[in-house]
């Protein structure tokens, strides 16, 4: 079987796949990091969202091989060493950014991609970017209003509908 | 999935020569690859993924004005590098799907697949484009042949299209909320010698251009020329998510709203 190395969370991981393991496979069986979720496996839901070589991918639409040499980060490299929450990670709690917390993964990693991409989005711009991530819980406006406190932005405003 | 092989070339020439082999299946950025492989719909022996190739990735402008766009270039990408030169196009680009779809996906998986609710094929078709493949140069008039037809042949690749960055251009769609293609989409384009008009998501025949509304808009380029058009109901896709008549009506309101728009 082939063979597979890429850079996870800053470190050297590897192992050997087949040809059609998906990157969310490899995630999550050959490393054993299973916070990126797979929801519906059809790129609908976005569980399943890393970072690949700095940008948002679904990982269970991309397979591993394709992955090769690449810098990947997952929501298991989100929170600092010690536990302490980045950020949106801090958010999403202080706002009830989740309930069953199945997509939770998934909105903190593209969340993160938006926010370095743009840096102080409108509630408008948010709620657009999360087009491809599902949440079932939660009706996304805590998430929203998470997203925008962790771009430093006053949610006060921000009335929930 | 079916097993397969798994090939990473990091050139066009050595792309060609694995896609060679019977059975093998050129890999864009799978973002419908993918999912028709895990519905064992496709049984390719090997797979052979462009995504290692450098050289048909990139957004240029060639010495004619035309904008080329590498085959492997994604939807992201041209979103953000064809902004100056071609808005609308960008604009397309950054429609398409979801942001983490666009990450992956790219311009020459979307044509040679030709999916009849996909955004690029009329792009390209209503800037009357140039397919440029590891062969040959293909028209865009050419290119498209129905439902996931194209010119392509066995195992060619797209390594680039060259669009030519017309006066004026505009594409609207109305998406279809749950997938996210377009249940209807017009792409319309003023050059200097006529506009032209292309509608994906509508018809049974995959992309196509509306010649009527092509020539009312190049003797009056204003949404009123088009007041009280449609195309024929006659061919249509009629699905859960709307009927014929319903789709052609939708032709007519997206391409006002796209000539409104067109910049």
Redesign the interface.
Known sequence: MPQVSMTVNGKPASGEVEGRTLLSTFLRETLGMTGTHVGCDTSQCGACVVHVNGDAVKSCTMFALEAEGADVATIEGQAAADGTLNAIQAAFQEHHGLQCGFCTPGMVMSAAALLKENPKPSEAEVRKYLSGNLCRCTGYHNIVKAIMAASGQDVGAIAAE | ??????E?PSTVADAAKALGEEDAQA?GG??TL??T??QRLAMPSK?V?L?GIAEIKGVCKADDGALCVGGGTTH?TVASEAKADYPALAALAGNI?????R??GTIGGSIANNDPAACYPSAVLASGATVVTNKREIAADDYFQGLFETALDEGEIVTEVRFPVPEKASYQKFEQP?S?FALVGVFVAKYADGVRVAVTGASESGVFRWSEAEAALSSNFAPEALDGMAPPADGMISDLHGSADYRAHLVGVIARRAVAAAS
Do not use: H, T
Not at chain 2, 1 to 6: I, K, N, P, S, V
């Open positions: 999935m079916y097993a397969f092989e798994f990473r890999l799978g973002q993918i999912p492989l895990k797979l993924s995504s992201a799907g979801d942001p983490a779809v990450n992956r749950a996210r």
